[in-house]
Protein backbone atom coordinates (compact mmCIF):
# COMPACT_ATOMS: atom_id res chain seq x y z
CA UNK A 1 0.00 0.00 0.00
CA UNK A 2 1.25 3.16 -0.99
CA UNK A 3 2.04 5.95 1.86
CA UNK A 4 -0.43 9.07 1.14
CA UNK A 5 0.82 12.40 0.85
CA UNK A 6 0.28 13.97 4.78
CA UNK A 7 2.22 10.85 5.33
CA UNK A 8 4.69 11.67 3.71
CA UNK A 9 4.57 15.45 4.64
CA UNK A 10 4.77 14.82 8.18
CA UNK A 11 7.81 12.62 7.84
CA UNK A 12 9.53 15.42 5.96
CA UNK A 13 8.69 17.62 8.59
CA UNK A 14 9.86 15.21 10.83
CA UNK A 15 13.34 14.59 9.28
CA UNK A 16 13.59 18.69 9.19
CA UNK A 17 13.43 18.76 12.61
CA UNK A 18 15.55 16.25 13.75
CA UNK A 19 18.27 17.71 11.39
CA UNK A 20 17.94 21.27 13.25
CA UNK A 21 18.01 19.27 16.65
CA UNK A 22 21.39 18.21 16.11
CA UNK A 23 22.69 21.42 13.96
CA UNK A 24 22.58 19.44 11.04
CA UNK A 25 20.04 21.90 9.25
CA UNK A 26 18.29 20.69 6.03
CA UNK A 27 15.58 21.28 3.53
CA UNK A 28 13.46 18.13 2.55
CA UNK A 29 12.76 19.13 -1.22
CA UNK A 30 11.19 15.80 -2.35
CA UNK A 31 11.92 12.47 -2.95
CA UNK A 32 10.53 9.06 -4.88
CA UNK A 33 8.51 5.94 -3.53
CA UNK A 34 9.63 2.22 -4.84
CA UNK A 35 8.55 -1.03 -4.44
CA UNK A 36 11.32 -1.54 -1.68
CA UNK A 37 11.88 1.83 -0.04
CA UNK A 38 10.89 5.71 0.12
CA UNK A 39 13.81 8.41 -0.24
CA UNK A 40 13.54 11.81 0.88
CA UNK A 41 15.72 14.27 -1.31
CA UNK A 42 17.45 17.24 1.37
CA UNK A 43 19.30 19.90 0.84
CA UNK A 44 21.60 20.82 3.33
CA UNK A 45 22.80 24.39 4.59
CA UNK A 46 25.99 25.23 3.26
CA UNK A 47 27.53 24.77 6.65
CA UNK A 48 26.57 21.42 7.07
CA UNK A 49 29.06 18.58 6.93
CA UNK A 50 27.20 15.48 5.27
CA UNK A 51 29.15 13.18 7.91
CA UNK A 52 27.48 15.03 10.26
CA UNK A 53 24.30 13.71 8.56
CA UNK A 54 25.31 10.32 7.89
CA UNK A 55 26.24 9.98 12.01
CA UNK A 56 22.28 10.50 12.43
CA UNK A 57 20.77 7.60 10.85
CA UNK A 58 19.93 6.29 14.40
CA UNK A 59 18.10 9.26 15.55
CA UNK A 60 16.31 9.56 12.29
CA UNK A 61 14.82 6.14 11.75
CA UNK A 62 14.07 6.67 15.90
CA UNK A 63 11.87 9.29 14.19
CA UNK A 64 11.05 8.05 11.89
CA UNK A 65 9.57 4.57 13.71
CA UNK A 66 11.41 2.73 10.80
CA UNK A 67 14.34 -0.46 12.13
CA UNK A 68 17.09 1.48 10.18
CA UNK A 69 17.75 4.58 7.25
CA UNK A 70 20.27 4.47 4.80
CA UNK A 71 21.76 7.57 3.78
CA UNK A 72 23.72 8.43 0.96
CA UNK A 73 24.87 11.64 -1.11
CA UNK A 74 23.97 11.85 -5.06
CA UNK A 75 25.44 15.36 -6.26
CA UNK A 76 23.84 18.20 -4.59
CA UNK A 77 21.20 16.18 -2.46
CA UNK A 78 21.60 13.88 0.42
CA UNK A 79 19.09 10.73 0.62
CA UNK A 80 17.71 9.40 3.51
CA UNK A 81 15.84 6.07 2.77
CA UNK A 82 13.24 4.18 4.21
CA UNK A 83 12.84 0.34 3.90
CA UNK A 84 9.41 -0.70 2.51
CA UNK A 85 8.21 -4.71 2.78
CA UNK A 86 8.58 -5.90 -0.75
CA UNK A 87 5.04 -7.61 -1.45
CA UNK A 88 5.19 -8.65 -5.08
CA UNK A 89 8.71 -9.67 -6.94
CA UNK A 90 9.85 -7.54 -10.15
CA UNK A 91 8.87 -10.21 -12.78
CA UNK A 92 11.69 -10.79 -15.44
CA UNK A 93 9.62 -11.72 -18.22
CA UNK A 94 7.37 -8.55 -17.40
CA UNK A 95 10.29 -5.88 -17.74
CA UNK A 96 11.95 -7.71 -21.35
CA UNK A 97 7.89 -7.87 -22.64
CA UNK A 98 8.03 -4.00 -21.53
CA UNK A 99 11.31 -3.26 -23.81
CA UNK A 100 10.22 -5.16 -26.87
CA UNK A 101 13.14 -4.37 -29.05
CA UNK A 102 14.30 -1.62 -27.52
CA UNK A 103 17.09 -3.39 -26.00
CA UNK A 104 19.81 -3.49 -28.01
CA UNK A 105 22.03 -6.83 -28.62
CA UNK A 106 24.27 -8.18 -25.65
CA UNK A 107 22.27 -5.92 -23.22
CA UNK A 108 21.31 -7.76 -19.97
CA UNK A 109 17.93 -6.40 -17.64
CA UNK A 110 18.63 -5.73 -14.36
CA UNK A 111 15.93 -4.55 -12.98
CA UNK A 112 13.43 -1.39 -11.95
CA UNK A 113 15.79 2.04 -10.78
CA UNK A 114 14.23 4.57 -8.33
CA UNK A 115 12.70 5.95 -11.27
CA UNK A 116 10.48 3.08 -12.11
CA UNK A 117 11.97 2.75 -15.17
CA UNK A 118 13.77 -0.65 -16.27
CA UNK A 119 17.70 -0.77 -15.70
CA UNK A 120 19.50 -2.29 -18.13
CA UNK A 121 23.71 -2.65 -19.21
CA UNK A 122 25.21 -3.39 -22.10
CA UNK A 123 28.03 -5.69 -21.36
CA UNK A 124 30.09 -4.73 -24.84
CA UNK A 125 30.65 -0.87 -23.72
CA UNK A 126 33.50 0.26 -22.53
CA UNK A 127 32.77 1.43 -19.31
CA UNK A 128 31.04 -2.18 -18.28
CA UNK A 129 33.31 -4.97 -19.60
CA UNK A 130 33.05 -7.30 -16.95
CA UNK A 131 30.35 -7.60 -13.51
CA UNK A 132 31.40 -8.49 -10.13
CA UNK A 133 28.30 -9.22 -8.33
CA UNK A 134 28.75 -8.91 -4.43
CA UNK A 135 26.34 -9.53 -1.53
CA UNK A 136 26.01 -11.95 1.16
CA UNK A 137 23.28 -15.04 1.65
CA UNK A 138 19.86 -13.80 1.11
CA UNK A 139 20.91 -10.68 -0.59
CA UNK A 140 19.70 -12.07 -4.05
CA UNK A 141 22.90 -12.43 -5.66
CA UNK A 142 23.17 -15.52 -7.33
CA UNK A 143 19.17 -14.95 -8.37
CA UNK A 144 20.42 -11.72 -9.97
CA UNK A 145 23.62 -13.59 -11.42
CA UNK A 146 20.47 -16.06 -12.96
CA UNK A 147 18.26 -12.83 -14.20
CA UNK A 148 21.31 -10.93 -15.86
CA UNK A 149 22.10 -14.62 -17.79
CA UNK A 150 18.13 -15.46 -18.71
CA UNK A 151 17.78 -11.79 -19.51
CA UNK A 152 20.69 -12.13 -22.01
CA UNK A 153 20.22 -15.73 -23.38
CA UNK A 154 15.78 -14.15 -24.52
CA UNK A 155 17.20 -10.88 -26.26
CA UNK A 156 20.37 -12.84 -28.25
CA UNK A 157 20.81 -15.83 -30.65
CA UNK A 158 22.92 -18.89 -29.73
CA UNK A 159 25.14 -18.39 -32.30
CA UNK A 160 26.01 -15.16 -31.57
CA UNK A 161 26.59 -15.66 -27.80
CA UNK A 162 27.81 -18.43 -25.69
CA UNK A 163 27.56 -19.13 -21.91
CA UNK A 164 30.55 -21.01 -19.68
CA UNK A 165 28.52 -21.67 -16.20
CA UNK A 166 31.35 -22.28 -13.26
CA UNK A 167 29.27 -23.34 -10.48
CA UNK A 168 31.45 -24.84 -7.75
CA UNK A 169 28.24 -25.89 -5.25
CA UNK A 170 25.71 -26.17 -8.35
CA UNK A 171 23.04 -24.01 -6.55
CA UNK A 172 23.00 -20.34 -8.57
CA UNK A 173 23.59 -21.53 -12.25
CA UNK A 174 21.95 -25.26 -12.56
CA UNK A 175 18.60 -24.16 -13.68
CA UNK A 176 20.11 -22.23 -16.45
CA UNK A 177 22.50 -25.41 -17.65
CA UNK A 178 19.61 -26.52 -20.43
CA UNK A 179 20.02 -23.29 -22.31
CA UNK A 180 21.19 -23.77 -25.70
CA UNK A 181 23.61 -20.79 -25.01
CA UNK A 182 25.75 -22.61 -22.80
CA UNK A 183 28.98 -24.25 -23.83
CA UNK A 184 29.50 -27.89 -22.50
CA UNK A 185 28.58 -28.47 -19.24
CA UNK A 186 28.01 -26.95 -15.82
CA UNK A 187 31.63 -26.76 -13.79
CA UNK A 188 31.10 -28.14 -10.25
CA UNK A 189 35.42 -28.24 -9.57
CA UNK A 190 37.81 -25.92 -8.96
CA UNK A 191 40.14 -28.59 -10.81
CA UNK A 192 37.89 -28.61 -13.96
CA UNK A 193 37.07 -24.50 -13.62
CA UNK A 194 41.09 -24.36 -14.33
CA UNK A 195 40.97 -26.32 -16.78
CA UNK A 196 38.12 -24.82 -18.84
CA UNK A 197 39.96 -21.20 -18.02
CA UNK A 198 43.32 -22.20 -19.81
CA UNK A 199 40.98 -22.93 -22.87
CA UNK A 200 39.39 -19.98 -22.68
CA UNK A 201 42.28 -17.48 -22.44
CA UNK A 202 43.74 -19.71 -25.30
CA UNK A 203 40.57 -18.86 -27.32
CA UNK A 204 41.41 -15.32 -25.89
CA UNK A 205 44.65 -15.40 -27.47
CA UNK A 206 43.25 -16.98 -31.23
CA UNK A 207 40.68 -14.23 -31.46
CA UNK A 208 43.58 -11.76 -30.61
CA UNK A 209 45.33 -13.11 -33.56
CA UNK A 210 42.63 -13.25 -35.70
CA UNK A 211 40.93 -10.16 -34.76
CA UNK A 212 37.46 -11.86 -34.41
CA UNK A 213 35.41 -11.07 -31.33
CA UNK A 214 32.28 -12.82 -32.26
CA UNK A 215 30.88 -14.80 -30.77
CA UNK A 216 30.42 -12.77 -27.61
CA UNK A 217 31.33 -15.39 -24.60
CA UNK A 218 30.33 -14.86 -21.02
CA UNK A 219 31.96 -16.61 -18.45
CA UNK A 220 29.82 -16.84 -15.37
CA UNK A 221 31.35 -17.64 -11.91
CA UNK A 222 29.40 -18.63 -8.44
CA UNK A 223 31.06 -18.09 -5.63
CA UNK A 224 34.23 -16.46 -6.88
CA UNK A 225 36.42 -16.11 -3.55
CA UNK A 226 35.93 -20.09 -2.87
CA UNK A 227 37.35 -20.60 -6.77
CA UNK A 228 40.37 -18.35 -5.74
CA UNK A 229 40.60 -20.55 -2.50
CA UNK A 230 40.33 -23.91 -3.95
CA UNK A 231 42.12 -23.44 -7.46
CA UNK A 232 45.06 -21.41 -6.37
CA UNK A 233 47.22 -19.39 -8.55
CA UNK A 234 46.19 -21.02 -11.73
CA UNK A 235 42.78 -20.01 -11.57
CA UNK A 236 43.72 -16.81 -10.26
CA UNK A 237 45.89 -16.04 -12.85
CA UNK A 238 43.42 -17.16 -15.98
CA UNK A 239 41.23 -14.65 -14.69
CA UNK A 240 43.51 -11.91 -14.18
CA UNK A 241 44.60 -12.24 -17.95
CA UNK A 242 40.78 -12.57 -19.23
CA UNK A 243 39.85 -9.61 -16.89
CA UNK A 244 42.71 -7.31 -18.31
CA UNK A 245 42.38 -8.19 -22.02
CA UNK A 246 39.24 -10.21 -22.71
CA UNK A 247 37.33 -6.76 -23.97
CA UNK A 248 38.90 -7.04 -26.92
CA UNK A 249 38.23 -10.57 -28.10
CA UNK A 250 34.41 -10.70 -26.63
CA UNK A 251 34.67 -12.38 -23.95
CA UNK A 252 32.87 -10.78 -20.82
CA UNK A 253 33.47 -11.95 -16.58
CA UNK A 254 30.24 -12.05 -14.66
CA UNK A 255 31.50 -12.67 -10.94
CA UNK A 256 29.75 -13.47 -8.12
CA UNK A 257 31.15 -13.42 -4.36
CA UNK A 258 29.61 -13.21 -1.17
CA UNK A 259 32.95 -12.35 0.83
CA UNK A 260 34.14 -8.72 0.03
CA UNK A 261 37.72 -8.56 1.45
CA UNK A 262 40.59 -6.20 0.38
CA UNK A 263 42.56 -9.01 -0.99
CA UNK A 264 39.72 -10.75 -2.84
CA UNK A 265 39.16 -6.92 -4.51
CA UNK A 266 42.68 -6.36 -5.15
CA UNK A 267 44.31 -4.30 -7.66
CA UNK A 268 42.82 -6.45 -11.07
CA UNK A 269 39.53 -6.20 -9.57
CA UNK A 270 39.36 -2.79 -9.35
CA UNK A 271 41.22 -1.65 -12.00
CA UNK A 272 39.03 -4.49 -14.65
CA UNK A 273 35.69 -4.67 -13.08
CA UNK A 274 34.54 -1.01 -13.56
CA UNK A 275 30.94 -1.80 -12.86
CA UNK A 276 29.80 -3.58 -9.30
CA UNK A 277 26.43 -4.95 -8.67
CA UNK A 278 26.29 -4.49 -4.41
CA UNK A 279 23.78 -6.14 -2.61
CA UNK A 280 23.10 -6.27 1.34
CA UNK A 281 26.63 -7.21 3.08
CA UNK A 282 27.52 -7.66 6.76
CA UNK A 283 29.22 -4.21 7.56
CA UNK A 284 30.66 -1.27 6.59
CA UNK A 285 33.90 -2.77 5.82
CA UNK A 286 32.24 -4.93 3.49
CA UNK A 287 30.44 -2.37 2.17
CA UNK A 288 33.13 0.05 1.06
CA UNK A 289 35.38 -2.69 -0.20
CA UNK A 290 32.72 -4.25 -2.45
CA UNK A 291 31.41 -1.05 -3.59
CA UNK A 292 34.89 1.29 -3.26
CA UNK A 293 32.93 4.30 -1.67
CA UNK A 294 33.11 4.98 1.98
CA UNK A 295 29.84 5.53 2.98
CA UNK A 296 27.73 4.05 0.15
CA UNK A 297 25.50 3.00 2.76
CA UNK A 298 25.05 -1.28 0.92
CA UNK A 299 25.33 -2.46 4.52
CA UNK A 300 21.77 -1.12 5.35
CA UNK A 301 20.21 -2.27 2.22
CA UNK A 302 16.55 -4.57 2.55
CA UNK A 303 18.40 -7.97 0.52
CA UNK A 304 16.06 -10.00 -1.72
CA UNK A 305 16.98 -8.62 -4.48
CA UNK A 306 17.72 -4.73 -3.28
CA UNK A 307 21.02 -3.49 -4.68
CA UNK A 308 23.51 -0.83 -5.84
CA UNK A 309 24.87 -0.24 -9.42
CA UNK A 310 27.78 0.95 -8.92
CA UNK A 311 30.10 3.03 -11.29
CA UNK A 312 32.41 5.85 -11.49
CA UNK A 313 32.00 6.19 -7.82
CA UNK A 314 27.99 7.24 -8.10
CA UNK A 315 26.09 4.30 -7.48
CA UNK A 316 22.30 3.28 -8.28
CA UNK A 317 19.92 1.87 -6.24
CA UNK A 318 17.43 -0.95 -7.75
CA UNK A 319 15.47 -3.54 -7.25
CA UNK A 320 16.59 -6.51 -8.88
CA UNK A 321 14.29 -8.20 -11.71
CA UNK A 322 13.17 -11.68 -10.50
CA UNK A 323 13.09 -15.30 -12.83
CA UNK A 324 12.33 -18.53 -10.74
CA UNK A 325 14.18 -21.62 -11.18
CA UNK A 326 11.06 -23.69 -12.78
CA UNK A 327 11.24 -20.36 -15.33
CA UNK A 328 14.48 -20.69 -15.77
CA UNK A 329 14.37 -24.80 -16.73
CA UNK A 330 11.11 -23.80 -18.70
CA UNK A 331 13.09 -21.17 -20.51
CA UNK A 332 16.08 -23.48 -21.82
CA UNK A 333 12.89 -25.92 -23.04
CA UNK A 334 11.77 -22.64 -24.85
CA UNK A 335 14.76 -21.39 -26.92
CA UNK A 336 15.58 -25.12 -27.60
CA UNK A 337 13.21 -26.66 -30.09
CA UNK A 338 13.24 -30.37 -30.66
CA UNK A 339 16.60 -30.96 -33.11
CA UNK A 340 17.73 -27.67 -32.60
CA UNK A 341 22.14 -27.52 -33.08
CA UNK A 342 23.26 -26.05 -30.25
CA UNK A 343 26.87 -24.97 -29.57
CA UNK A 344 28.98 -28.31 -27.91
CA UNK A 345 33.00 -28.54 -26.41
CA UNK A 346 34.49 -31.39 -25.54
CA UNK A 347 35.19 -31.29 -22.22
CA UNK A 348 38.91 -30.89 -20.91
CA UNK A 349 40.48 -33.98 -19.87
Not at 123 to 148: C, M, Q, Y
Not at 225 to 232: E, K, N, P, R
Not at 324 to 329: D, K
Amino acid sequence: MLPDREWLERSADQIEAILALHKAEGLVLGGVVTPRFIQFRVRLKPSVRVNRVMSLAEEIALGLGCESVRISRSGAFVHIELPRQLTEPVRLFKLVEMLGDDAPPNTAVLGLEESGQPLLLRLPAPDVVHLLIVGTTGSGKSALARTILASLALKNDAQLLRMILIDPKRRGFAPLAHLPHIEGELIDNAQAAAMQLRLIVREMERRDAERVSTPLLVVAIDELADLFQTGGKAVEGALTRLAQRGRQSGIHLIACTQKPSASLIGSAIKANFPVRLVGAVAGRDEARYATGITDSGAEKLAGRGDFLLVAKGEAIRFQAAWISEEECRALGSRLSPPGAEVGWRRPAR
